[in-house]
C-alpha cells in the first residue's frame, strides 16, 4: 500500500482537485483507493457531494464524545473509490493535540493499526503546515506537490521543500516528494519559461505529467463528482489518467530507487546487458589467423543485431494560421512542452524525432487544440472516445 500526501501551504493551487481526480483516475485502473480528507474546510467532502455525522475528526481525537474507528466513518463514492470525511470541527484538533506526547504521529498510529486491502491512501492536507499537515508527512511514504507555473508558486515551493526536509529530520522519516504542475496555460508564452524554471530547480522531483487548465475539472467538483463521472473524455480527465498511469509504472521500481530512476536504464548499464548477450565468434580454423580489426569489426555486428536502431522520423502538419503547435505522443508521455515544440516552415509545422521500432500513438496541439494529423490515414479509437494518430517503425 502506498500512501502519499497532497500538500502545499499556499490555498488555491490544486491540492483538493488533485486529490478527488487522481484518485478516480487510480480507481479507474483498478486500484482500490481512500481518499482521507485532512482539510478542516472539508472540500474534498464536499467536492464529492459526501454528508456524514462522523467524520477524521472522531477518529483522531482523544476528547470527542463519539469516538469512532477510521472503517466505521469511511464512505464508499463508486467503484474502488472511498472517502474518509472530514468537517468543521476538525479545526480544533490542533488545539487539543497541542500538550499531547507524540501528537505529530496520531495517524500514522491509526493507519498501522488499520486493516485493509487498499492499494493507495491519498491525504489531503489543509493549506499550511501546522500539526494536521505534519501528522500527513509523518504518516505517508511519498508526497505530491501541486504547484502551477508561477512566480509566486515556484518561490513557495522552495520554501515548502525545505520545511519537509526539517521535518523529515526531526522526525527521522524518509518520504519522497514530487512536484506535479497543475493549471498548466500551454496558450501562455509565460508557463512555458516558469515550466523550465521548475524544471532546472526540481529536475529529480518533477512529475513528467502535467495537468492543464480545463473547466470541466471546475464543473465536475460544482456537481459533486470527480472528472471522470462528469466528463471523462476531457483534457482533465486525460491528464490525471496520465498521472494516475505514471504513478502505477513507478511500483515496478525496487525499493529506494527514486521516481526519475523507474524504468530508465543506465546507459552504462543498458550497453553492458546488450553485450553481455552477445556470444562470441564460433571457433573455426582460420580464427587464429584473423586480425584484431577483423574480430572487432564481427564483434560490432553482433552488437548491431542486438541494439535497436533509432529511426529518425519526421511529422508535419500544415497550419498556416496557427500561433504555436506541439507534438504531443506516447513516446513523450503525450507532454506539452518546449521540447516538443513544432517550428514552423511556410506555414507548414515540422518536428523531427528518433523512434525505436514499435508503434506509436500522436496528435498534434495547435493553439491548445488537440487534433489528429489530418495527412495520416492510419488512426485508432483511444480510451476518451478520439482518435490518435499513428506511426509505425519498422525494425531494420
Same mark, same amino acid.
Given at each position: 500500500?502506498?500512501?502519499?500526501?497532497?500538500?502545499?501551504?499556499?490555498?488555491?493551487?490544486?491540492?483538493?482537485?488533485?486529490?478527488?481526480?487522481?484518485?478516480?483516475?487510480?480507481?479507474?485502473?483498478?486500484? /482500490?483507493?481512500?481518499?482521507? %480528507?485532512?482539510?478542516?474546510?472539508?472540500?474534498?467532502?464536499?467536492?464529492?457531494?459526501?454528508?456524514? #455525522?462522523?467524520?477524521?475528526?472522531?477518529?483522531?481525537?482523544?476528547?470527542?464524545?463519539?469516538?469512532? +474507528?477510521?472503517?466505521?466513518?469511511?464512505?464508499?463514492?463508486?467503484?474502488?473509490? %472511498?472517502?474518509?470525511?472530514?468537517?468543521?470541527?476538525?479545526?480544533?484538533?490542533? +488545539?487539543?493535540?497541542?500538550?499531547?506526547?507524540?501528537?505529530?504521529?496520531?495517524?500514522? %498510529?491509526?493507519?498501522?493499526?488499520?486493516?485493509?486491502?487498499?492499494?493507495?491512501?491519498?491525504? #489531503?492536507?489543509?493549506?499550511?503546515?501546522?500539526?494536521?499537515?505534519?501528522?500527513?508527512?509523518?504518516?505517508?511514504? $511519498?508526497?505530491?506537490?501541486?504547484?502551477?507555473?508561477?512566480?509566486?508558486?515556484?518561490?513557495?515551493?522552495?520554501?515548502?521543500?525545505?520545511?519537509?526536509?526539517?521535518?523529515?529530520?526531526?522526525?527521522?522519516?524518509?518520504?519522497?516528494?514530487?512536484?506535479?504542475?497543475?493549471?498548466?496555460?500551454?496558450?501562455?508564452?509565460?508557463?512555458?519559461?516558469?515550466?523550465?524554471?521548475?524544471?532546472?530547480?526540481?529536475?529529480?522531483?518533477?512529475?513528467?505529467?502535467?495537468?492543464?487548465?480545463?473547466?470541466?475539472?471546475?464543473?465536475?467538483?460544482?456537481?459533486?463528482?470527480?472528472?471522470?463521472?462528469?466528463?471523462?473524455?476531457?483534457?482533465?480527465?486525460?491528464?490525471?489518467?496520465?498521472?494516475?498511469?505514471?504513478?502505477?509504472? +513507478?511500483?515496478?521500481?525496487?525499493?529506494?530507487?527514486?521516481?526519475?530512476?523507474?524504468?530508465?536504464?543506465?546507459?552504462?548499464?543498458?550497453? /553492458?546487458?546488450?553485450?553481455?548477450?552477445?556470444?562470441?565468434?564460433?571457433?573455426?580454423?582460420?580464427?587464429?589467423?584473423?586480425?584484431?580489426?577483423?574480430?572487432?569489426?564481427?564483434?560490432?555486428?553482433?552488437?548491431?543485431?542486438?541494439?535497436?536502431?533509432?529511426?529518425?522520423?519526421?511529422?508535419?502538419?500544415?497550419?498556416? #494560421?496557427?500561433?504555436?503547435?506541439?507534438?504531443?505522443? #506516447?513516446?513523450?508521455?503525450?507532454?506539452?512542452?518546449? $521540447?516538443?515544440?513544432?517550428?514552423?516552415? &511556410?506555414?507548414?509545422?515540422?518536428?523531427?524525432? /528518433?523512434?525505436?521500432?514499435?508503434?506509436?500513438?500522436?496528435?498534434?496541439?495547435?493553439?491548445?487544440?488537440?487534433?489528429?494529423?489530418?495527412? &495520416?490515414?492510419?488512426?485508432?479509437?483511444?480510451?476518451?472516445?478520439?482518435? %490518435?494518430?499513428?506511426?509505425?517503425?519498422?525494425?531494420?
Amino acid at each position: 500500500m502506498r500512501t502519499i500526501s497532497i500538500t502545499n501551504q499556499k490555498g488555491g493551487c490544486g491540492k483538493t482537485t488533485t486529490a478527488i481526480n487522481l484518485a478516480a483516475a487510480l480507481a479507474t485502473n483498478n486500484k /482500490k483507493v481512500l481518499i482521507i %480528507d485532512l482539510d478542516p474546510q472539508a472540500h474534498a467532502t464536499l467536492g464529492l457531494n459526501i454528508k456524514a #455525522d462522523l467524520n477524521i475528526y472522531n477518529v483522531l481525537s482523544k476528547m470527542t464524545k463519539e469516538k469512532a +474507528q477510521l472503517k466505521d466513518i469511511i464512505k464508499n463514492i463508486g467503484q474502488n473509490l %472511498d472517502i474518509a470525511p472530514s468537517g468543521i470541527v476538525l479545526s480544533t484538533l490542533e +488545539q487539543e493535540l497541542s500538550g499531547e506526547i507524540g501528537r505529530e504521529s496520531r495517524l500514522w %498510529d491509526i493507519l498501522q493499526g488499520f486493516k485493509n486491502d487498499y492499494d493507495y491512501i491519498l491525504i #489531503d492536507c489543509p493549506p499550511n503546515l501546522g500539526i494536521l499537515t505534519i501528522n500527513a508527512i509523518r504518516a505517508s511514504s $511519498e508526497i505530491i506537490i501541486p504547484v502551477e507555473a508561477s512566480r509566486f508558486s515556484l518561490e513557495g515551493l522552495s520554501q515548502l521543500t525545505d520545511i519537509i526536509n526539517l521535518v523529515k529530520e526531526r522526525l527521522s522519516h524518509k518520504v519522497q516528494e514530487q512536484v506535479l504542475v497543475v493549471n498548466f496555460d500551454s496558450r501562455l508564452q509565460h508557463s512555458f519559461k516558469m515550466m523550465a524554471r521548475i524544471k532546472s530547480t526540481f529536475s529529480k522531483k518533477l512529475l513528467k505529467t502535467i495537468v492543464h487548465v480545463n473547466v470541466k475539472l471546475k464543473e465536475a467538483q460544482n456537481q459533486g463528482t470527480h472528472v471522470f463521472g462528469h466528463d471523462k473524455y476531457c483534457r482533465g480527465a486525460k491528464d490525471y489518467f496520465s498521472l494516475a498511469r505514471e504513478l502505477i509504472t +513507478q511500483e515496478t521500481a525496487k525499493p529506494g530507487m527514486a521516481a526519475e530512476e523507474v524504468a530508465k536504464p543506465k546507459p552504462a548499464t543498458a550497453k /553492458k546487458e546488450v553485450v553481455a548477450k552477445v556470444k562470441a565468434p564460433a571457433p573455426a580454423a582460420n580464427t587464429a589467423e584473423m586480425s584484431s580489426e577483423q574480430i572487432a569489426e564481427q564483434m560490432i555486428e553482433a552488437i548491431r543485431k542486438e541494439v535497436p536502431k533509432f529511426s529518425e522520423t519526421i511529422l508535419s502538419v500544415y497550419a498556416p #494560421d496557427a500561433r504555436e503547435v506541439f507534438l504531443a505522443g #506516447d513516446f513523450n508521455q503525450w507532454e506539452v512542452s518546449e $521540447e516538443t515544440r513544432m517550428t514552423q516552415h &511556410n506555414g507548414t509545422w515540422v518536428k523531427t524525432i /528518433k523512434l525505436a521500432p514499435g508503434r506509436y500513438r500522436y496528435r498534434f496541439v495547435i493553439d491548445g487544440k488537440w487534433v489528429e494529423d489530418p495527412s &495520416n490515414p492510419e488512426k485508432e479509437l483511444n480510451p476518451y472516445g478520439q482518435m %490518435d494518430s499513428l506511426v509505425e517503425i519498422n525494425p531494420w
